[in-house]
């Protein structure tokens, strides 16, 4: 199944520092304020604002900036008008990314995100040059310790999870798109933590790359996701544990 563990080992690794430089704060804001403006500030209603808040928790974002984000999403106070837009690219050995982006200026974005393919042996892509390589499916991590596999097996699969997989720190439960919602509501009520439920694109066929052409992957998955305005990355390449240092 994988096709995302890999990289949520690495996302680990850089998600101190990335807390430091708020470029996590960042990212959940934008996702805040898009989510109640999609669906109002009430996360009762509004699925996709209840995960941005529970992603909010996990980085300990403060109340007040995260009451502010719902502010701005629903109008009640004065913000950025953000736009909502997937890029599709192409890296080295072929391998593909999927780029969902949050920014106020498209033209800004697209220029900067192209310039980065470019400097790594990449380039990015028209509309459908990526996408029919991955699935949208619906993705829960869980503490290791949270559960036994008999547990989580029972309420996640009993709520129409497709597959539940151990990585080395967490539960990583599969579901259909329509179903996140409601099998993460059923590991929540029965009080089981959770650290982060998102819808995800995955690669249905992953593929390693070494040499040369791996370590520029490694180079551009990196440059990418660093981006302020590049919320959720993808890619069919799945990296060794030496590629990732």
Do not use: C
């Not at 101190?16 to 009430?42: H, L, N, P, S």
């Not at 995960?51 to 974002?61: E, F, I, T, Y």
């Not at 999403?73 to 890029?87: A, F, I, P």
């Not at 980065?116 to 829960?140: P, V």
């Amino acid at each position: 199944m994988s096709g995302h563990s890999k990289w949520s080992t690495i996302k680990r690794k850089k998600g101190e520092i990335d807390a430091k430089r708020g470029k996590i704060f960042t990212k959940v804001i934008k996702e805040i304020t898009i989510a109640a403006r999609g669906g109002g500030g009430d996360p009762d209603g509004n699925p996709r604002l209840r995960r941005a808040l529970d992603a909010a928790k996990v980085v300990n974002m403060p109340a007040d900036t995260t009451n502010r984000a719902i502010k701005k999403g629903t109008g009640e106070l004065e913000g950025v008008m953000y736009e909502e837009l997937v890029y599709e690219g192409v890296g080295p050995a072929g391998v593909l990314f999927l780029l969902e982006v949050t920014t106020d200026n498209r033209n800004r974005t697209a220029a900067e995100l192209r310039k980065l393919f470019d400097r790594n042996n990449g380039q990015l892509s028209g509309s459908g040059a990526a996408a029919w390589a991955f699935d949208q499916k619906g993705i829960i991590r869980l503490p290791g310790a949270a559960a036994t596999e008999e547990q989580l097996f029972e309420v996640a699969v009993g709520a129409g999870a497709e597959d539940i997989e151990r990585d080395e720190e967490s539960w990583i439960v599969t579901t259909p798109r329509e179903e996140l919602d409601v099998v993460r509501d059923a590991i929540e009520t029965a009080g089981l933590p959770i650290e982060a439920a998102n819808l995800e694109q995955i690669p249905k066929t992953p593929k390693q790359v070494d040499g040369r052409d791996g370590e520029v992957l490694v180079n551009l998955y990196e440059a990418l996701e660093d981006h302020d305005d590049v919320q959720s990355l993808f890619t069919e390449f799945q990296p060794s544990d030496e590629q990732l240092g």
